[in-house]
């Protein structure tokens, strides 16, 4: 079995501004800097970001809280601050890559608060790696993170993807299951209003050594009393190309509409109230107008006879090639608070997702004067009829955004590349775009824990096409790259049959990044 490369040290300088520039650099470094000991300092923080460039309220609450559970020292974590250094005080692992998580004192509860709708999706991103590692030092049986925020902003995962899609899948590739209870929601757009997740995360636990003996297994989630032994908790080992990505078997869809005849009856008048209906039957028709075209094969249709069908629950759409159901549906309370997702469930386990969030209907039409206060205004004013289609025509658009974009991530066609080649070795991996970069961190840390034997990654596995890669994706394998080496990454550099297509392209990668070292003195 290859052995781990010696664990690196000293100081990582990270330029804010490579490749994505945006805020996920930063999340990951300090996690990854927090479970390595590493120092890091960060400069031109989100430098590739339009408008205001440097910390946001989120950035500012993850790494106070990292820091205070490593007992981290940290500088510049201040609101548009564009440069940030950690500096981690725990000594590593005998021989590990992580920090002695014996070392680190554990709460059962922490609590953040934000002041504005920032994203608790992307703390959670931040925290989440941490508290896996060293989350077994807890009293209880898990860490409880209370957070007030942001539930469903822009640019960023929602509560609902979240909760159906990244930690399902999570789940699926062998992390230890995480609870997320929504209190309230929290919009960044419309009212600004601030919302509430609980997350209750269970940790790595150490494996009994009188069990099957196999590291690859998963590890247990509650060891009974006196099981704990001498095999440390580790990251599992995450493989995406060795998972079956499956057939559709079911499409769930979510849909937040705002409730027009209790908040605008007065603007839109009676019975105004049926645009939640209208998205529904609008995005289901377009949804089995969409799927029609897709290959057949992507799908497995239920096997069931007929009257079967018809006692599914309550909302299935049984007209399409797999049943469509409604997940959610929930009233809003701003005519730009709407949000629709749609998740494929497949018969292997993993879920693919796809949403889009509605910022229409700030722009409102100016109402016409009227001489008496209280005379009422003709049922077919213009401007009336201006807001009221323009709320149903910015619907109409999100849904088709929503519904090309799912179609776009099921499809399993194989298309060309620039020469008008098609793909004939090199695969998608069994998750969406956007799930794909939430868990390259994890396939780090995973290679982190367990060397690579050549006969694992020599087993025929089609390579996956790293032209699927989002900025997001790669942003965060270069910056696991920095904190973790080559060994994060064992698999493209054993360089085996089959694989030389990923070699390559992670040799055109690194040598086409740069990484200057602007730094002032001292830091």
Request: with cysteine.
């Amino acid at each position: 079995m290859a052995q781990p490369s010696p664990p690196r040290s000293g100081h990582v300088y990270l330029n804010g501004r490579t490749l994505e520039g945006g805020g996920q650099l930063v999340r990951i470094a300090v996690a990854l800097s927090a479970l390595t000991g590493r120092p890091v300092s960060i400069d031109n923080i989100r430098g590739n970001r339009k408008g205001k460039k440097g910390l946001k309220r989120s950035h500012i609450a993850a790494v106070r809280l990292l820091g205070q559970i490593s007992d981290s020292g940290y500088s510049g974590n201040a609101l548009d601050s564009q440069s940030l250094n950690f500096l981690p005080p725990l000594p590593r692992e005998r021989g590990g890559f992580f920090v002695d998580q014996s070392q680190v004192k554990v709460k059962t509860e922490y609590r953040i608060e934000l002041a504005t709708a920032g994203s608790i999706c992307l703390i959670f991103q931040a925290l989440y790696p941490y508290l896996l590692h060293v989350g077994s030092q807890s009293p209880g049986p898990f860490v409880s993170v209370e957070m007030i925020g942001g539930t469903n902003t822009s640019k960023s995962p929602s509560y609902d993807y979240l909760s159906q899609v990244v930690l399902p899948n999570f789940e699926k590739l062998g992390l230890p299951p995480v609870a997320a209870v929504l209190e309230s929601r929290g919009w960044s757009s419309g009212n600004d209003t601030l919302g509430k997740i609980v997350f209750h995360i269970q940790p790595l636990r150490s494996r009994n050594a009188s069990t099957d003996g196999d590291e690859g297994s998963r590890p247990e989630i509650f060891p009974l009393e006196g099981e704990r032994s001498a095999i440390p908790n580790k990251f599992p080992k995450i493989d995406l190309m060795a998972h079956d990505p499956g057939k559709i078997t079911q499409i769930d869809l979510t849909v937040l509409a705002p409730d027009l005849k209790g908040n605008y009856a007065e603007d839109m008048g009676d019975g105004e109230s049926i645009l939640p209906t209208y998205i529904k039957q609008t995005l289901k028709q377009k949804l089995r107008s969409a799927l029609r075209k897709v290959n057949p094969s992507v799908f497995r249709p239920p096997q069931t006879h007929s009257h079967d069908r018809d006692s599914l629950s309550g909302d299935a759409d049984v007209e399409a090639p797999v049943p469509i159901r409604v997940h959610t549906s929930e009233l809003t309370w701003h005519r730009s608070q709407t949000y629709i997702l749609l998740v494929a469930h497949t018969s292997t386990g993993f879920r693919i997702g796809h949403d889009a969030l509605g910022t229409y209907g700030t722009g409102r039409p100016k109402k016409p004067k009227t001489k008496g206060r209280d005379k009422p205004r003709p049922a077919n004013d213009d401007w009336r009829r201006e807001l009221k289609n323009g709320l149903f025509d910015g619907a109409t658009e999100l849904i088709n955004q929503c519904v090309e974009g799912f179609v776009e991530e099921i499809s399993n066609g194989i298309p060309a590349d620039e020469t008008g080649t098609k793909r004939t070795v090199a695969r998608k991996a069994c998750l969406d775009r956007h799930m794909r970069d939430q868990i390259v961190v994890f396939e780090a840390l995973g290679d982190a824990c367990h060397a690579r034997t050549i006969s694992e990654t020599a087993n025929g596995t089609p390579p996956e096409d790293a032209r699927d890669w989002t900025l997001h994706t790669r942003t965060a394998q270069w910056v696991c790259r920095q904190f973790l080496g080559d060994q994060a990454y064992a698999v493209i550099e054993l360089g085996c049959k089959g694989i030389d297509s990923i070699r390559f392209i992670s040799v055109k990668l690194d040598s086409n990044i740069t990484t200057p070292h602007s730094f002032p003195s001292g830091r």
